[in-house]
């Protein structure tokens, strides 16, 4: 111990000053087009480009903030099996599942919430793109039946915004076996008579495309969000054409009728509350259930009689 190092050195350090330590993100890139944004503006602008409109990738909490009125709650989602197949490429799954869940603070890549927009009491799953490219294996598929049961329960609506690879390749046929589970579980929703909305966003492809995310009573999607099945190489290789420009992109899959609104995020709120607010009267009409066994009469239809 001397006195150089424990007095005046530190004197001298502030006396001079140390270094300003100027953090480097505090300009964004905007990867559509590459024009320079600052971050309070992007925060400002829900990370949509204040140039070119470019909606880019939120993360599953952000997106909460963004939809929900403030005091939205978390819900903590019952333990999926872990690496059932003891599935190893260069790493093991286990590994890669433990470092997304401690660099995400999320058990699996699907956050889900409740809490209400603009007053109307909503459930929300929202999925983490971040977490192992948003993929679906049984810890999504426990997320999305856990969402759906809380929805009954509360007797509100289900949204959910999609961003997803598709099936974790990890988990294989387990992973498969989530795509008829969330359909069943969105069905539920359904036969309650309560809404089911989905906002696909960038990217939703795979597994997820092909299970309950094209299962909406209203299919929203964000501006430019990429939405598919099979990437748009494979298909070309495939079918051996030149595929249109933006295809399987939004606005294409709007015109061609797959969804039925493409939102801007800074419109997503006042939508969702619009639709909910359509789908949901009051007093909600519950047609009366047949007893098991009992052949259920169905209504005559409306309208003139068809000529014979
Ligand atoms: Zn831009």
Not at 29 to 58: S, W, Y
Not at 132 to 140: K, N, R, T
Not at 148 to 169: E, H, K, N, Y
Not at 207 to 231: H, K, N, R, Y
Request: with cysteine.
């Amino acid at each position: 111990m001397n006195w150089i190092s424990e007095w005046a050195l530190p004197k001298i350090k502030t006396l001079f000053g140390a270094p300003r330590e100027v953090p480097d993100n505090l300009w964004h890139k905007c990867p559509a087009c590459e024009q320079m944004i600052f971050h309070r503006d992007l925060e400002r602008n829900l990370h949509v480009c204040t140039h070119c409109g470019h909606h880019m990738r939120v993360g599953a909490r952000t997106r909460m903030d963004y939809t929900l009125d403030e005091g939205w709650q978390r819900i903590e989602l019952p333990k999926a099996p872990q690496d059932p197949l003891r599935f190893r490429d260069q790493r093991r799954y286990v590994e890669r599942l433990r470092e997304a869940q401690a660099k995400m603070g999320q058990e699996d890549a699907v956050v889900v919430a409740h809490g209400t927009i603009e007053g109307s009491r909503v459930v929300v799953a929202a999925f983490e793109f971040s977490f192992l490219g948003g993929s679906m294996g049984a810890g999504v598929g426990e997320a999305l039946v856990t969402a759906a049961r809380l929805a009954v329960l509360q007797d509100a609506p289900l949204i959910v915004f999609t961003a997803s690879g598709g099936a974790r390749m990890q988990e294989g046929a387990i992973s498969l076996m989530q795509m008829p589970r969330t359909v069943i579980a969105t069905r539920m929703v359904k036969e309650a008579g309560l809404p089911f909305i989905v906002v696909l966003c960038d990217p939703t492809t795979g597994g997820v495309t092909a299970s309950f995310a094209m299962l909406g009573d209203v299919q929203i999607a964000e501006p430019g969000a990429m939405i598919g099945f099979a990437g748009a190489r494979v298909i070309e290789q495939t079918v051996r054409e030149k595929l249109p420009e933006g295809f399987q992109r939004a606005e294409y899959l709007l015109q061609h009728g797959i969804l039925d609104m493409v939102v801007k995020r800074g419109e997503m709120r006042a939508t969702l509350a619009r639709l909910i607010g359509l789908l949901r009267l009051p007093e909600r009409v519950v047609a009366p259930v047949a007893a098991t066994g009992e052949v259920e009469a169905l209504p005559a239809p409306e309208g003139p009689a068809v000529p014979a």
